[in-house]
């Protein structure tokens, strides 16, 4: 069965976590997704730790078949060439590889791609329908477009920071590099819909994406400047300012997370908890007051929930039809019937050894009823130079023995 984007060749200058996303996304999605390394460093994290190989999971490398886990969870589904773009050799037989691709996905720091003679003007010359994503950390414009950035230094920069957290509390960064995440999905969106306006006009195109412009569209649906109005800490924990009560609740056994975003959830929620006495009090039914008197509202659900083991919470209120769910360990989310029946924790392989990893990683997440996406293992590194440079850019075994002995590839 035909995916998505087969046909589709994209070229992956990517590194880290960002551009990889994006193209593990396209990749899934059934594209031909070539990465290029430089074939002196390779990608960093293709052996850096936390390694898998035959004796496990280790911070230590102890074997040569020892791979690093983000290498092989995010170049699934790619294949794997490495090529000097830095020489003259190596720049010229990428514009040939562009020649016949259709996407080029790039996350160096703004200007370096222009000093290596392969930014979307130069590429564009070779092949005008080539579509070319840059994603930087703060885009290609602006006063901050040369800083240097993680996903730590967006999330200080976009605010998310100081509003993660307790109120009181010294801000923090989310658990997981969210910004990188975030954006490498917005450049797959934005390729995908740049190769449909290709289809109908025949005209390609230049993407900039920026990861804190990213985060900060997400972020700001929530009326963040709007806080010191509305007299509110900048950092809410785990409530939300629309709703009350909308937290994690201790129970006998541990956590669970209860929300009720309607009248009708609460007077529910209420019945539940058996005190249909507070439908007679103003400022219980006053979604305005329960907000400013989140603590007051806490205290009530608190009462109940600490009666309670999670299973009993969550079977109650599932009858009450109101959201809770409780707080799960990353060792009990590795067990949640959901994701495995949804196939969102999948096999991980180790090109090295051919064996299953002793982690696993994500699966798709969006879940085509006609063509249904999926990975093949990440390859090793170079595996592909020689089909690939073959029909992409015409050299002959000899010629790719000859730049391989200059380094270029």
């Known amino acids: 069965m035909k995916k998505i984007l087969d046909g589709v060749v994209v070229l992956d200058l990517t590194r880290f976590f960002s551009g990889p996303q994006c193209t593990l996304f396209l990749a899934g999605m059934g594209a031909e997704v070539i990465k290029v390394d430089d074939p002196r460093g390779g990608d960093p994290t293709a052996f850096a730790p936390p390694y898998d190989g035959p004796g496990g999971i280790a911070f230590e490398r102890r074997t040569p078949q020892d791979m690093g886990l983000a290498y092989l969870k995010r170049q699934r589904g790619k294949k794997s060439v ?3 773009l830095k020489s003259p050799e190596g720049r010229s037989i990428f514009l040939e590889m562009v020649k016949k691709s259709d996407v080029v996905v790039e996350n160096f720091r703004a200007g370096v791609a222009t000093r290596l003679g392969i930014d979307y003007a130069a590429l564009s010359a070779v092949n005008p329908s080539i579509i070319y994503c840059a994603l930087t950390g703060y885009g290609s414009t602006g006063p901050a477009k040369d800083d240097k950035a993680y996903d730590l230094m967006v999330q200080a920069a976009v605010g998310l920071m100081s509003m993660t957290g307790q109120p009181g509390e010294p ?50 649906d929530e009326p963040i400047d709007c806080y010191e109005t509305l007299d509110l800490a900048p950092r809410q924990g785990n409530r939300i300012m629309r709703f009350s009560p909308f937290n994690v609740f201790r129970a006998r056994d541990g956590w669970v997370a209860i929300g009720a975003a309607t009248h009708s959830e609460w007077l529910a929620l209420l019945d539940a908890m058996g005190r249909a006495d507070l439908k007679d009090d103003k400022g219980m039914m006053d979604i305005g007051w329960r907000i400013v008197n989140n603590d007051a509202v806490d205290a009530v659900v608190t009462q109940w929930t600490a009666q309670k083991t999670k299973d009993e ?43 299953p990893s002793a982690a696993s990683a994500p699966g798709f997440p969006i ?21 690939v440079f073959a029909r992409f850019a015409n050299l002959s075994p000899a010629d790719i023995e000859r730049h391989r002995r200059k380094g270029v590839i």
Not at 195 to 214: F, K, N, P
Not at 333 to 347: A, F, G, N, S, T
Request: glycine fraction near 6%; aromatic fraction near 6%.
């Open 171 to 220: 801000p923090v960064k989310t658990a997981s590099a969210l910004s990188d995440a975030i954006s490498g999905v917005f450049a797959a969106n934005g390729i995908v819909a740049a190769l449909l306006h290709r289809e109908r006009t025949g005209e390609g195109q230049g993407i900039d994406v920026a990861m804190s412009d990213c985060l900060f569209s997400l972020i700001y």
């Open 367 to 387: 879940k085509f009823s006609r063509t249904p996406a999926e990975y093949s293992p990440a390859p090793v590194p170079g595996a592909n130079s020689e089909e």
């Open 82 to 84: 490495t090529l000097d």
């Open 313 to 355: 919470i969550v079977a109650e209120l599932a009858r009450a039809s109101v959201a809770c769910s409780p707080v799960r360990s990353t060792a009990e989310v590795m067990h949640w019937e959901q994701l495995l029946e949804r196939q969102m924790i999948v096999p991980l392989v180790n090109p090295l050894t051919g064996k």
